[in-house]
Nanobody, 122 residues
Framework: QVQLVESGGGLVQAGGSLRLSCAASGIIFSINAMGWYRQAPGKQRELVAI???????NYADFVKGRFTISRDNAKNTVYLQMDTLKPEDTAVYYCNADSVVTSLYTPPSNYWGQGTQVTVSS
């Protein structure tokens, strides 16, 4: 069973920074992409940033230049450095691991973390 555990959320003033971490644990052979999504109250979950096992990244337009995603493949951990935070960044941030291979006999699966709250005050 694969588990994703997020940490690093909290309350910060506008213009401040936070760093989110997400560690995947369990029997894991490989993970293709890891990413961060967020969901604000009353809104749909949306992609924030994603990074492949080879280090290719993709960002939502609303975080380009402010957020940086990185990954430690040896630790199955993904990070999200969030700078110049804005009140509209307030949301629950979810970690995702896509195409996780846990066995030679089962197809890859997708996993989600439990979410971590990020609140940016004005």
């Amino acid at each position: 069973q694969v588990q994703l555990v997020e940490s690093g959320g909290g309350l910060v003033q506008a213009g401040g920074s936070l760093r989110l971490s997400c560690a995947a644990s369990g029997i894991i052979f490989s993970i293709n992409a890891m990413g961060w999504y967020r969901q604000a109250p009353g809104k749909q979950r949306e992609l924030v940033a994603i990074i492949t096992s080879l280090g290719s990244t993709n960002y939502a337009d609303f975080v380009k230049g402010r957020f940086t995603i990185s990954r430690d493949n040896a630790k199955n951990t993904v990070y999200l450095q969030m700078d110049t935070l804005k009140p509209e960044d307030t949301a629950v941030y979810y970690c995702n691991a896509d195409s996780v291979v846990t066995s030679l006999y089962t197809p890859p699966s997708n996993y989600w973390g439990q979410g971590t709250q990020v609140t940016v005050s004005s």
